[in-house]
């Protein structure tokens, strides 16, 4: 059974998809189902079969928003699928999946501390995560495409 | 005489490991809390070396980037530009000659040998085994030699390029690599060896920072640790990327968890790489070019999205690229090993000893460069600026 197969409970949640190239299936969501996306993976096929190997952030500034890409991978199998979705880009807010799949904790922490996303629930999160003290100061997200450092 | 003053001793005492300090090779603040000996927490604190190598990334073109990517780390140059390398085939639709396939395993191989030779030395000299770690470091040269004759450079090779690599080797330069690698296997066999049997090493390593099976997955580890956990990944494997899918190999797992058993992992994987390597090199594909013709690659790339998995050193790195139709990349995020396996690190030191702190850090094999990413800092007017790679080669920063 191939990994997309072992997902297919997850398929209520998914409003569209396509693939990454080379061959890496996304799925869309509605970023309000991102806990319950999480929780139903988890109980489908347990902590010790998957993990989230990164989050993509990205300032899609001509469609005032920003896209945020959960790559996570699946085992034995180790295939990558990614479940993508969107927040507005004047109030970039989604709830945080760190009390849930604690491997999101660094990935979180640095998009919010380089595109300005909101994770709601992260007690972790904060300025200066990595960037320096110059660009905190200036309350800049060095990863929006209208700033210039 | 009634008492004046009353001092009071915190049951917990804050330990400040970094972000310069001996036991770490790496600008990384870990603060301990210690009852006692025994660690109760430990916060790891980042920030101290992030260069925006993505941002710089979007604002160069994406040729230009393969050299900028092989730059975020020395150790590990070789897989961080073929794995932006491959992003960019992604998009393009361009598969390498077999030969060019061939020859970045070896490339990327080499470069495994002399990291896991590296933090091996590391470990020794924690363990307080300077003889150990000069020996290692000393055979260790010969495979930075090989890899000098095979990309140019003991370092940073700069070998990967858009459908090939950038040197090809003639018969001579084969055997001469095929000599050193036999010399280095009967060293590392012996390394091996003393990590199985020598008590000292046992004793420190055992038993010591001891992550399960179901937290390396939780936690997101990846590479050797979670290897070293019981975790079969491996993206050589998976993705079959290159000339991985033909040449005959086996994934390392250890199922103790414990630093020992990481350290065992890269043992035998170094042995493994040597093993690849030679095949690799025995059975080198003829007839085709491995260097590709630059003034043949498209200037502009079209618009698209690709997602290249390369097993480091370290574990699995990733590369997304987004390209809008132009010649520079709108997106690039790079996510190393090192973020994963380091910051998530909290988790292994509570219950072991503050004298095991930097023995559980080195067996995560850390790497700063890698995890955070030019600034240049002038000491004396205490300003920080931006250059331009090039202005820094033609020394104009003074």
């Keep these: 059974m191939s990994s997309i197969s072992r997902l297919s409970k997850l398929r209520k949640f998914f409003v569209g998809e396509g693939v990454i190239k080379p061959n890496r ?26 993990y989230v190997s990164t ?56 998009t919010h501390d380089l595109l300005g996303v909101v994770f709601q629930g992260n007690q972790f999160l904060k300025r200066g995560f990595f960037v320096s003290k110059d660009i905190v100061d200036k309350k800049q997200y060095p990863l929006r495409k209208d700033v210039k450092v | 005489m009634g008492v004046s003053k009353v001092i009071e001793i915190p049951y917990v005492v804050e330990l400040p490991v970094g972000p310069q300090h001996p036991a770490l090779h790496e600008p990384l603040l870990l603060k301990a809390y210690a009852d006692g000996e025994e660690i109760v927490k430990v916060e790891v604190n980042t920030g101290y070396n992030h260069r925006g ?6 604002s160069n073109s994406f040729y230009r980037n393969i050299f900028i990517c092989g730059r975020v780390c020395g150790i590990c140059n070789t897989v961080h530009a073929n794995c932006y ?25 080499f470069e495994r040998i002399h990291s896991h030779m590296l933090i091996n030395a590391i470990i020794a000299e924690l363990l307080g085994f300077e003889a150990l770690f000069m020996n290692i470091m000393l055979d260790r040269e010969k495979i930075m030699k090989a890899k000098e004759i095979l990309t140019g ?18 018969g001579v330069k084969r055997d001469q690599l095929i000599n050193i690698l036999k010399k280095i296997r009967e060293r590392v066999v012996y390394y091996r060896k003393l990590w199985m049997e020598d008590d000292t090493i046992l004793k420190r390593l055992v038993d010591v920072g001891v992550l399960t099976r179901v937290n390396a997955t939780k936690y997101s580890f990846v590479g050797p640790v979670a290897r070293g956990s019981g975790v079969r990944i491996d993206s050589r494997a998976s993705d079959k990327y290159d000339a991985y899918g033909e040449i005959p190999w086996r994934i390392v797992v ?20 040597i093993d690849m390597s030679i095949y690799a090199l025995e059975h080198l594909p003829s007839g085709e070019t491995a260097i590709p013709d630059e003034r043949k690659l498209p200037r502009k790339f079209p618009e698209g999205e690709s997602y290249a998995r390369v097993e480091a050193q370290r574990g699995e790195l990733t590369y997304y690229v987004m390209s809008t139709g132009g010649v520079n990349p709108y997106r690039v995020k790079i996510r190393t090993p090192s973020f994963l396996n380091i910051i998530h690190s909290t988790i292994l030191y509570p219950g072991y000893t503050v004298a095991d702190l930097p023995v559980i850090f080195g067996s995560l094999d ?7 990413r030019i600034y240049v800092v002038d000491l004396n007017k205490g300003v920080r600026f931006r250059i331009r790679l090039k202005d820094l080669a033609l020394k104009k920063v003074v």
């Design chain 1, 25 to 50: 299936k996304y799925f869309v969501f509605s970023s309000d189902n991102i806990r319950l996306l999480f929780s139903e993976l988890i109980n489908t096929i347990g902590y010790e079969n998957f």
């Design chain 1, 55 to 110: 989050i993509v952030g990205t300032d899609l500034i001509s469609e005032n928003k920003i896209r945020l890409d959960y790559y996570v991978v699946i085992l034995p199998e180790e295939e990558t699928v990614v479940f993508r979705t969107y927040l507005p880009r004047d109030n970039p807010v989604i709830d945080s999946i760190v009390d849930i799949v604690p491997g999101v904790l660094s990935s979180e922490c640095e």
């Design chain 2, 53 to 58: 190598i993505e941002k710089l990334a979007e």
């Design chain 2, 85 to 109: 390398t491959r992003a960019l085939e992604y998009l393009l639709g361009l598969e390498p000659s077999s030969r060019a396939k061939y020859l970045r395993v070896v490339a990327m191989e």
């Design chain 2, 153 to 170: 450079n003991r370092v940073v090779g700069d070998y990967m390029m858009v459908g090939g690599v950038r040197r090809d080797i003639d």
């Design chain 2, 254 to 273: 250890y199922d103790e968890g414990d630093s020992w058993a990481r350290m065992m992992v890269r043992w035998d994987e170094t042995i493994e790489s």
């Design chain 2, 366 to 372: 850390p790497c700063v460069s890698c995890m955070e």
